[in-house]
């Protein structure tokens, strides 16, 4: 599908990298799946989903925000005078028509699933017949297919690459190429020495289990797959990941974890309580009192780390959550 837009048009090719090449309109950007074409710069936005707001505050474009949703933790502390200028739309899922009623010059979604082909707030076709054009957040479809159910299945390993487009790209469409590349120049530096710093530490055959939440305490978990945002981290840090399926976070049974024993384990900590488990706190208290799982190495000896639940996902919070991982096994490193 094309969309052309008066107001908006986004198209970011890897071939033309208009971004790059300057505040260039009309600008077409190729997204998850879609061509969007900006006439000129895009003067406001609604977002659906954390990871697309805070990425628009950190590039400076809070001001231009009409409203947000699907919020899993608090804003982040630097953006919380700025967040509660802007209507909260939602906490979840937002209704198609709360979106629409802003008259937004964009939506901004970090989820496809949420505007995509079976969008739970709307397919991008039912904004593009208003001239509202969207704008998915690249790391939810690049090498991923969101066609398999549940959170989809990665084809290929996550890479922060499609995180930095994500912010190039929003940038792009504001007008605001530079302020793209200068945020995206810092979180690539430490990205590297985060990076570097887990690569002093010689933790030997060293396993890890990164645990989201749970629909009840009792019931498996949902944990990082193979190729998402966590087995990236995994892979980057030394790590070798206990679960082998691609899906991005699948339901698997404590005695299949119990039995992998990962070396450290890392549990999410949100705001959000969809569910008994999204609080960390009777996350520990499951680990620690849980027949099967207080038997594990990592609940034994306390190799638990607690982690922004964002920064578990493909998010600008990934790069901190990588930092934080790094000086943490710098910790047990120094301990064995």
Not at 54 to 81: I, M, R
Not at 256 to 274: E, G, L, S
Not at 275 to 280: N, P
Request: net charge negative; proline share 4%.
């Amino acid at each position: 599908m094309f969309l052309r837009s008066g107001l908006i048009g986004l198209s970011f090719t890897l071939a033309a990298h208009s971004a790059a090449a300057g505040d260039t309109f009309p600008l077409t950007i190729e997204n998850c799946g879609q061509s969007v074409t900006f006439e000129v710069p895009a003067v406001s936005a609604v977002t659906v989903g954390q990871a697309a707001t805070e990425v628009l505050f950190a590039l400076g474009l809070g001001g231009k925000v009409l409203g947000t949703s699907v919020w899993f933790n608090d804003v982040l502390p630097e953006y919380a005078d700025l967040n509660a200028k802007v209507e909260r739309l939602a906490d979840n899922d937002p209704s198609f028509e709360s979106v629409v009623a802003k008259r937004p010059g964009l939506v901004a979604a970090q989820y496809e699933w949420h505007v995509g082909p079976e969008g739970v707030v709307a397919k991008r076709e039912q904004f593009h017949d208003l001239g509202i054009p969207t704008y998915v957040m690249p790391a939810d479809c690049a090498g991923k297919d969101n066609t398999t159910g549940g959170d989809g299945t990665r084809t290929r390993m996550f890479t922060t690459g499609s995180l930095y487009r994500g912010i190039e790209e929003l940038a792009a469409i504001f007008g605001e190429a530079d302020k793209g590349a200068e945020l995206v120049a810092d979180y690539k530096a430490r990205e590297a020495a985060a990076v570097a710093k887990a690569q002093e530490v010689a933790l030997e055959d060293a396993s890890a289990l990164f645990w989201f939440s749970s629909p009840e305490m009792e019931s498996d978990p949902f944990v990082a797959g193979q190729k998402g945002a966590p087995g990236y981290m995994m892979q980057q840090l030394g790590l070798r990941n206990v679960i082998e399926t691609d899906e991005e976070w699948p339901t698997v049974g404590w005695e299949t974890i119990a039995k992998a024993n990962p070396t450290v384990i890392v549990i999410a900590r949100m705001d959000r309580r969809r569910f008994a488990a999204d609080d960390y706190e009777k996350k520990l208290e499951f680990l620690r009192q849980d027949p099967v799982a207080s038997q594990m190495d990592a609940v034994r000896n306390n190799r638990i780390v607690v982690m922004d639940a964002q920064g578990m996902d493909a998010t600008i919070r990934a790069i901190p959550a990588l930092e934080d991982l790094a000086a943490e096994l710098s910790v047990i490193g120094s301990s064995q």
